[in-house]
């Protein structure tokens, strides 16, 4: 965005380092397994210390927008990354909750101030004995309004059979299965 460029990523691939951030984020164990993870980071940081060597302050850097910027830069990169692995024939996956505790991660990292952990992504070589599974989605017709929002009358109309696919997929996967819906306006 604006080509402020105000992303980084950090390669982890110390197993003691991948470990420590497995347990930040909830017992991940494919944090632990891979090879390597990438964490996705919205920096400022950047910016602010090009500011201090000019003797200038960057006040933008408070704008809630600038934030948010950083933010998709950094997704929008990860996104990137993830295509050109899966052309290499890796597998990946996100790992949110890099979020859980960022100022643990941070310190892990040794991240400036003004540098947020938008999330993780695990990269590796997928086991042909266990292929992974696509957790199921939304249907296209909660996500895709055409011209104008359009605003369901039902949760029916709105998420379809959603909570049933996917609680259909985590029995196929060993997991516990969770009401979809229950769970999102519980977080």
């Not at 990860?78 to 050109?84: G, L, R, S, Y």
């Not at 996956?93 to 003004?114: D, F």
Request: with cysteine; net charge negative.
């Amino acid at each position: 965005s604006s080509n402020l460029q105000t992303w980084s990523v950090i390669a982890v691939e110390s197993q003691a380092r991948r470990d420590q951030l497995a347990q930040l984020v909830g017992q991940q164990k494919h944090l632990s397994a891979a090879p390597l993870v990438l964490v996705w980071l919205a920096d400022l940081s950047r910016i602010e210390r090009l500011g201090q060597a000019q003797g200038r302050d960057p006040a933008g850097l408070h704008y809630l927008d600038t934030f948010l910027m950083a933010v998709i830069d950094a997704t929008l990169a990860a996104q990137n990354a993830v295509v050109a692995a899966e052309a290499m024939g890796l597998g990946t996956c996100y790992i949110g909750g890099m979020r859980n505790q960022p100022e643990q991660v941070a310190q892990v990292l040794g991240t400036p101030r003004q540098v947020f952990p938008v999330f993780g992504l695990v990269v590796g070589h997928p086991d042909p004995a266990r292929p992974a599974a696509i957790k199921p989605r939304l249907p296209q017709s909660a996500v895709l309004h055409r011209e104008q929002y359009h605003v369901p009358a039902t949760a029916q109309e709105e998420i379809g059979d959603y909570n049933a696919a996917l609680a259909a997929f985590m029995r196929a996967q060993g997991m516990p299965e969770v009401d979809w819906s229950t769970q999102v306006v519980d977080r």
